[in-house]
Structures are given as structure tokens and as C-alpha cells.
């Protein structure tokens, strides 16, 4: 697998990919201007663009906007969504339960 690699054709949902599974979890995730609703996760996240452009949105209201190469670490209970993803955006993220 090549993770930048990207269908030419991606679905209308997000494609996520899981990698590797476990007490830690990474998913690929690829975005084509999806956004979400809200997120209040009993694990921890750390999140890296790989390509494109993502936006996070806090429940204070601040934003956080990451391009290739950025990263964000979300810890449990984070409240937070997904406020905007270029097309395509190309996330990996990195899951751990808490302990």
C-alpha cells in the first residue's frame, strides 16, 4: 500500500482504511470535502495531513487549519469536529485507548 495513492473515482463518504488494529489503531483516512459533526472520543488522537488541507474546529470555538505535513494530537474526551477538507485531503491517525 502507498498512502498516497488515491482512488480516481472516491466514494461520496469518506474512504478510511484501517492499517493496524489493536490497544493503538492507524486508519487512513482520505477526505473529498467532507466535514463532521461533533466528536467527544473516549481515546486518544493524533492526527497528520498527508495531502491537501484539513480543518479542525474546537468546542471554544477556535480553529486549527493543517496542511501537508501538519499534525494535531486530540486527547480523549477532545470535544471537536471537522470543519473543512480540501479534495482530496489524505489524513493518517493514530488511536490509543486510554489506559
Same mark, same amino acid.
Given at each position: 500500500? =502507498?498512502?498516497?495513492?488515491?482512488?480516481?473515482?472516491?466514494?461520496?463518504?469518506?474512504?478510511?482504511?484501517?492499517?493496524?488494529?489493536?490497544?493503538?489503531?492507524?486508519?487512513?483516512?482520505?477526505? =473529498?470535502?467532507?466535514?463532521?459533526?461533533?466528536?467527544?472520543?473516549?481515546?486518544?488522537?493524533?492526527?497528520?495531513?498527508?495531502?491537501?488541507?484539513?480543518?479542525?474546529?474546537?468546542?471554544?470555538?477556535?480553529?486549527?487549519?493543517?496542511?501537508?505535513?501538519?499534525?494535531?494530537?486530540?486527547?480523549?474526551?477532545?470535544?471537536?469536529?471537522?470543519?473543512?477538507?480540501?479534495?482530496?485531503?489524505?489524513?493518517?491517525?493514530?488511536?490509543?485507548?486510554?489506559?
Amino acid at each position: 500500500m =502507498n498512502l498516497f495513492d488515491i482512488p480516481e473515482q472516491l466514494p461520496e463518504q469518506e474512504l478510511t482504511e484501517i492499517l493496524l488494529t489493536g490497544k493503538t489503531r492507524i486508519e487512513r483516512i482520505v477526505s =473529498n470535502g467532507q466535514t463532521s459533526g461533533w466528536y467527544d472520543q473516549s481515546e486518544d488522537e493524533w492526527v497528520c495531513v498527508l495531502q491537501g488541507i484539513g480543518e479542525l474546529t474546537y468546542a471554544d470555538g477556535s480553529k486549527q487549519r493543517l496542511h501537508a505535513g501538519d499534525t494535531a494530537y486530540l486527547p480523549a474526551h477532545c470535544r471537536h469536529r471537522v470543519s473543512y477538507t480540501s479534495k482530496p485531503c489524505v489524513w493518517l491517525c493514530v488511536f490509543r485507548q486510554e489506559e
